[in-house]
């Protein structure tokens, strides 16, 4: 029911499937997350709260506390994957991404409307990336993380 690419299935050296749906489903909720708080067309999280009268009122209380969760969650997860240095590396990766989309006429982003659509998809990369780095060094390298150990006299 699924094209191929998104269900395909690969083995591990465990002889463990492992589906490639898990990507795509990172992906997907990683844009909305960064979709549904801000974007330009707004139709978003921060325009919803920001125009009530009481936002204490209804299901508001409950829909800030999750999206801080969320938030919580993937700011926890880019720190703990890439750490300091690798979201800042990734940071200048989208950023060069971007001014390339730039130099090639692709985008204008003194255009605020396009500046803001680049800026909220590029922290969605960001927050993707965060979530499957782990996933993405356990391919390259054959270990998911590894601790620091000190060394005891």
């Given at each position: 029911?699924?094209?191929?690419?998104i269900?395909?299935?690969?083995?591990?050296?465990?002889?463990?499937?492992?589906?490639?749906?898990?990507?795509?489903?990172?992906?997907?909720?990683?844009?909305?997350?960064?979709?549904?708080?801000?974007?330009?067309?707004?139709?978003?999280?921060?325009?919803?709260?920001?125009?009530?009268?009481?936002?204490?009122?209804?299901?508001?209380?409950?829909?800030?506390?999750?999206?801080?969760?969320?938030?919580?969650?993937?700011?926890?997860?880019i720190?703990?994957?890439?750490?300091?240095?690798?979201?800042?590396?990734?940071?200048?990766?989208?950023?060069?991404?971007?001014?390339?989309?730039?130099?090639?006429?692709?985008?204008?982003?003194?255009?605020?409307?396009?500046?803001?659509?680049?800026?909220?998809?590029?922290?969605?990369?960001?927050?993707?990336?965060?979530?499957?780095?782990?996933?993405?060094?356990?391919?390259?390298?054959?270990?998911?993380t590894?601790?620091?150990?000190?060394?005891?006299?």
């Amino acid at each position: 029911m699924l094209p191929g690419f998104i269900s395909k299935t690969s083995t591990t050296k465990n002889g463990k499937k492992v589906t490639h749906i898990g990507w795509w489903m990172t992906l997907i909720m990683s844009m909305g997350l960064a979709l549904g708080t801000w974007n330009p067309s707004g139709h978003h999280f921060i325009h919803y709260i920001s125009n009530v009268d009481d936002l204490l009122s209804g299901f508001k209380p409950f829909g800030i506390l999750i999206m801080m969760a969320l938030w919580l969650l993937a700011i926890k997860s880019i720190f703990q994957s890439l750490g300091y240095f690798g979201a800042l590396v990734t940071v200048i990766i989208i950023g060069a991404f971007i001014w390339g989309l730039q130099q090639y006429n692709i985008i204008d982003v003194a255009q605020f409307k396009q500046a803001g659509w680049a800026a909220t998809v590029g922290v969605g990369m960001l927050i993707w990336f965060g979530l499957s780095a782990s996933i993405m060094w356990k391919k390259l390298t054959g270990v998911y993380t590894t601790d620091s150990a000190s060394e005891e006299a």
